[in-house]
């Protein structure tokens, strides 16, 4: 009798929502931040079990690098592919830049990695290796971006990629954050204006960078 409840036990449908803790998760580590949610508070929210959620992803961790696996397909795998698009540097860093400090998107503000990258102490190893190859992923990115900019004129030439790249990522993210803790969007717009004019030549002021 005992071999048959186990083989009807195992047999049941699953009913673990993986894809909604996922997405519940998102929203919360997005809005609030890795330090101020714990593990009992994401149950809570998502009516599953810590036992539940232990199975289905290992523990915390496992549900964290979840999470930022999903956020970089949804919401970093969009913006990558805008870097790789043949319109003038200036242009697509104005696109960038005004869909960072857009004010009433549907999503939250400010960006999940900037946020899981300021807080390294909070995170398991494999969040933390995601993170770091995420950050890896973008900077690689903006160099190719700034690397076919200058092969068009539109960057100096004698600039270092490498040191472009870096300042990019250091700009984005801080955008990002100044964003999450409800900084103006106007002002931010004006100042990466400024920031950036030095890696522009300028050129952002006649396109009406960040304005959109």
């Known amino acids: 009798m005992a071999v048959e409840n186990d083989r009807r036990g195992r047999g049941r449908p699953k009913t673990f929502d993986r894809a909604g803790v996922i997405d519940v998760a998102l929203d919360s580590y997005w809005r609030e931040g890795v330090y101020a949610l714990s593990l009992n508070e994401i149950c809570r929210r998502t009516g599953v079990s810590k036992p539940g959620l232990y199975r289905e992803f290992g523990g915390e961790d496992g549900l964290m690098d979840a999470v930022l696996a999903q956020y970089a397909e949804a919401v970093l795998g969009p913006l990558l592919e805008l870097l790789k698009s043949e319109v003038p540097f200036v242009q697509v860093l104005s696109t960038a830049v005004s869909f960072m400090t857009q004010p009433d998107r549907?999503?939250?503000?400010?960006?999940?990695?900037?946020?899981?990258?300021?807080?390294?102490?909070?995170?398991?190893?494999?969040?933390?290796?995601?993170?770091?190859?995420?950050?890896?992923?973008?900077?690689?990115?903006?160099?190719?971006?700034?690397?076919?900019?200058?092969?068009?004129?539109?960057?100096?030439?004698?600039?270092?990629?490498?040191?472009?790249?870096?300042?990019?990522d250091t700009q984005f993210m801080t955008l990002l954050v100044q964003m999450a803790?409800?900084?103006?969007?106007?002002l931010l717009r004006a100042q990466a204006r400024l920031v950036f004019a030095g890696l522009t030549g300028g050129a952002s002021t006649d396109a009406g960078f960040g304005e959109k």
Do not use: H, Q
């Open 181 to 186: 803790t409800k900084e103006d969007p106007a």
């Open 106 to 168: 549907s999503v939250p503000a400010g960006c999940l990695l900037a946020k899981m990258r300021g807080s390294p102490s909070r995170l398991g190893p494999n969040t933390r290796a995601r993170v770091d190859s995420l950050g890896a992923i973008a900077v690689a990115a903006y160099a190719d971006w700034v690397e076919r900019a200058k092969t068009r004129g539109e960057i100096a030439a004698d600039l270092p990629t490498d040191i472009a790249a870096a300042f990019l």
